[in-house]
């Protein structure tokens, strides 16, 4: 069974930057590729919820409250997947958890993002 393990998460003045990073084990190149793949985010006393994935067909989804601000990106070659978080805001301020196929698949043990006002 793939293995995720997140990074970079950590204290941050608002407008500030982290750059998450999810390293996967476990997983070869073409499933890691094919996957849907992504990051989501769990807040005090709130659900889980989608930040931003790769569909299957290597597209990204984005929640509506991070467009403009967070870029998803990936190194296939390292099967690592990334989180760029900019102009971060107190509401950022969540665990978030790297994910593959979605509610129901494997998850990471998640990072702590804590954005200070």
């Known amino acids: 069974q793939a293995q995720l393990v997140e990074s970079g998460g950590g204290l941050v003045q608002a407008g500030g930057s982290l750059k998450l990073t999810c390293k996967t084990s476990?997983?070869?190149?073409?499933?890691?590729?094919?996957?849907?793949m992504g990051w989501y985010r769990q807040a005090p006393e709130k659900e889980r919820e989608l930040v931003a994935t790769y569909s299957s067909d290597g597209r990204t989804n984005y929640a509506d409250s991070v467009k403009g601000r967070f870029t998803l990106s990936r190194d296939s070659s390292r099967k690592i997947l990334y989180l760029q978080m900019n102009n971060l805001q107190p509401d950022a301020t969540a665990v978030y958890y790297c994910n593959r196929d979605g509610p129901h698949g494997s998850w990471g043990q998640g990072t702590q993002v804590t954005v200070s006002s």
């Open positions: 476990r997983m070869i190149t073409s499933t890691f590729v094919s996957s849907v």
